[in-house]
């Protein structure tokens, strides 16, 4: 089996395509959090669209206060950071976006068919592989920034998988070796270039267009049609039947009154 290749940023910088993603790329090997750095770096004066790239986390945060684990050498923790002149409301959009690259770029470098749980987890089968934290500051309700924080699973090996998630959480190669038996790892270069050439195309889309054209792509790998869920909002269980996603990226859940819950965040469970 071939080693896991470092990140480059010069590996990086020469496969993007877009305008929008700067050439400010920020690796450090390192960091807290890519979140954190990149904070820090919109108070410096950082500009819309850097990105803030690390080989590993020592305090990788996931959603709902949750650790997101996040082991050196083999995985991509990055942040994309926006200063758009758009309404806060529209911000929950950018979670829906960075989804769909994600779940495209995946199926682009990985050859697997990604899935997206709404809103923002990608799985492979019933395993999630990936998944996005966006924190937004706004000021007299102009938005300060975006951060839009994307991780993933890449190289991990199975037996490098924490026992507590190990039913819930999975890798590319390890479902690389499952599905297509490809045992060589994924080269994180191509994965991240690809990823921010995506969430390029689609920035672009949204600002022109909004959010519906992207839609038609979430919908591609949205698996929840028609399923029965329970989703925890604000530590309510509510119980209901997928019936679609609004024109905001909101899930519209049918519940036992057969009224339409229009849901903007929450838990999933099955
Ligand atoms: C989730 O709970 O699904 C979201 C996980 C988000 C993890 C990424 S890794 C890069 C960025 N930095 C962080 O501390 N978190 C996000």
Same mark, same amino acid.
């Given at each position: 089996?071939d ?5 480059d940023?010069?590996?990086i910088k020469?496969? /993007?395509?877009?305008?929008?993603v700067? &050439? ?12 954190t750095? #990149?904070?820090? /770096?919109v108070?410096k ?5 850097? !990105? ?11 959603r709902?206060?949750?650790? *997101?684990t ?10 994309? %950071? ?8 529209? @911000? ?6 960075? @989804?769909v690259? !994600? #779940?495209?770029?995946? #199926?682009?470098?990985?050859?697997? &068919?990604?899935?997206?749980? *709404?809103p ?24 300060e ?12 090996e199975?037996? =490098? ?25 994924? =080269?994180?270069?191509?994965?991240? @270039?690809?990823i921010?050439?995506?969430?390029d &195309? ?8 909004? /959010?519906?054209?992207i839609?038609?792509?979430?919908? &591609?790998?949205? =698996? ?18 997928? !019936?679609?996603? =609004?024109?905001?990226?909101?899930? /519209?859940?049918?519940?036992?009154e057969?009224k339409?819950?229009k849901?903007?965040?929450?838990? %999933?469970?099955?």
């Amino acid at each position: 089996m071939d080693e896991i290749k470092s990140i480059d940023t010069s590996e990086i910088k020469k496969r /993007l395509k877009g305008y929008f993603v700067e &050439k400010d790329l920020y690796y450090q090997k390192k960091v807290d959090s890519t979140n954190t750095i #990149a904070r820090n /770096l919109v108070s410096k004066g950082a500009k819309n669209g850097s !990105v803030v790239i690390a080989d590993c986390q020592e305090k990788g945060r996931g959603r709902n206060g949750k650790i *997101w684990t996040s082991p050196c050498g083999c995985n991509i923790y990055m942040s994309i %950071i926006l200063r758009p002149k758009f309404n806060p409301e529209a @911000a929950q959009g950018m979670t829906i976006l960075a @989804a769909v690259s !994600v #779940a495209d770029a995946i #199926a682009e470098i990985a050859s697997l &068919k990604p899935q997206i749980k *709404w809103p923002n987890d990608v799985l492979i089968g019933t395993k999630k592989v990936s998944g996005i934290l966006t924190e937004m500051s706004t000021q007299n309700m102009n938005i300060e920034y975006i951060i839009v924080g994307i991780g993933m699973n890449v190289n991990t090996e199975e037996e =490098d998988i924490n026992d507590n998630i190990r039913d819930i959480a999975t890798s590319l190669l390890i479902e690389s070796k499952k599905i297509n038996g490809q045992t060589d790892p994924i =080269d994180r270069n191509k994965l991240i @270039a690809s990823i921010l050439n995506k969430f390029d &195309k689609y920035y672009e889309m949204f600002l022109s267009t909004g /959010l519906s054209s992207i839609l038609h792509n979430y919908q &591609k790998y949205f =698996d929840m049609m028609g399923k029965t869920i329970r989703i925890n909002i604000k530590d309510k269980d509510v119980e209901g039947q997928v !019936v679609g996603i =609004d024109s905001k990226g909101a899930l /519209l859940l049918k519940t036992g009154e057969n009224k339409l819950e229009k849901v903007i965040s929450g838990e %999933i469970y099955f």
